[in-house]
């Protein structure tokens, strides 16, 4: 596929769309039908159907029974946490070894020009970003995810919170999984604006950032402090009435689907005309520039009534250099006086 039909490639051999960054549709005044319609397919369409089909597999051959999941106990504690390595061993592993092992579509729609490998660098364990990245991700962060999953599934087993069942709330439970993107979107955000405050910073999210050029084994390379707080977007489920299957969708929104902002590619073609869209984009340019895109792919515009939208073009550049200048100006004025 030629990516210089979708983007452009400057001189450092880094890749940009050509086209904006744009949110849902249903947040454009005036409305337009048609466009909501044509965004609609997308949004279920590969990923989050991806994710509701490994919450149905698990729930199927992973979870165990409720009376079982009553006593929180190591041996199905460690069935949910080999579940989850393996998983994203597969996954994670797949793109990793064809895409940045293989380099099967060189640097073919890439962002960055560069792979992780080919730079060394002290900020990581072993000076390897894969190997800090990978370590992190199976020692840290799939335990953290479980711990979160057993907590949760233990609430429901035990009668702590609301059970509601398919027979009795089918559409409700159904409007609720169609939201759970939205909600992973509300609570990514608020969690990610407030480990962006200086000492979180410092002291948590700063292990996350260290990825400037990320790739899927970056999605899950996080502080304990904040993996914790990532996968408990899963713990709204037992806040708002639900179901532990929908509570798992939530939480595979944000395990298995914090590979898309990590992918590093804007595209993975699969076929000679066939290519995967990663959504990567904006969450590429939040590791790049820092301070832009909290959130996640413009499902609710929250960064740009925030202020800190990038929109990945030139314009976007500017508004973003504008507001670097300001709060440089703002912390030279607090030194002066
Ligand atoms: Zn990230
Ligand atoms: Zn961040």
Redesign the pocket.
Known sequence: MDDLAFGVRNKRGDWTPKARLEFAPFWDRPLRLAKILAWLPGYVWPWNAFHLATALLYWRFVVPDAETMKTISWGWALRLYVANALSIFALYGAIELFWYVRRKQGVRFKFNGKFPADNPSDVFWFKSQNLDNALRTFFVGIPCWTIVEVFMLWAFATGRVHWLTWADHPVYLAALALLAPAIHELHFFAIHRAIHSPWLYKHVHSV?HNSIN?SPW??HSMHPVETLLYHSVALWHLVIPSNPVVALFQLHVAGFGALN??IGFDRLELTEGAALESHAFA?YL??KYFEVNYGGDGLIPLDRWFGTWHDGTKDGDALMQARFEKKRARSNAGRAA
Do not use: D, E, F, Q
Request: hydrophobic share 0%; no cysteine.
């Open positions: 996350h990320p970056s999605s902002g990590h969450h939040h590791h």
